[in-house]
Nanobody, 123 residues
Framework: QVQLVESGGGLVQAGGSLRLSCVAS????????MGWFRQAPGKEREFVAA????????YYADSVKGRFTISRDNAKNTVDLQMNSLTPEDTAVYYC????????????????WGQGTQVTVSS
């Protein structure tokens, strides 16, 4: 069973950048599509980005396309989220998650979740 731990959150000014990291423990990391979700106060958890287990394919929410970049390193069991041009609307708890099979944005299909890391963007 894979376990996920996120890090890298913090407080940043609008227009700034942050890089989130997710480290996975367990042997089967490379078999999972990895995703990032976020949840702002009072809102539903929403999809941000995903990186397929087959390698190379990525998928982004429209709200972050062109600003965020997801990457993964199967040798290190890590998946990162580089976030640029941040706005206050990006403020949320960010979660790393894993799912079997291919790319997808439905949180119900992600079966393993990290504990989350807070990102706060000030105006």
């Amino acid at each position: 069973q894979v376990q996920l731990v996120e890090s890298g959150g913090g407080l940043v000014q609008a227009g700034g950048s942050l890089r989130l990291s997710c480290v996975a423990s367990g042997r089967a990391f490379s078999r999972y599509t990895m995703g990032w979700f976020r949840q702002a106060p009072g809102k539903e958890r929403e999809f941000v980005a995903a990186f397929s287990w087959t390698g190379g394919s990525t998928y982004y929410a429209d709200s972050v396309k062109g600003r965020f970049t997801i990457s993964r390193d199967n040798a290190k069991n890590t998946v990162d989220l580089q976030m640029n041009s941040l706005t206050p609307e990006d403020t949320a708890v960010y979660y790393c998650a894993a799912k079997p099979l291919g790319l997808g944005d439905l949180k119900a299909n992600y079966i393993i979740w990290g504990q989350g890391t807070q990102v706060t963007v000030s105006s």
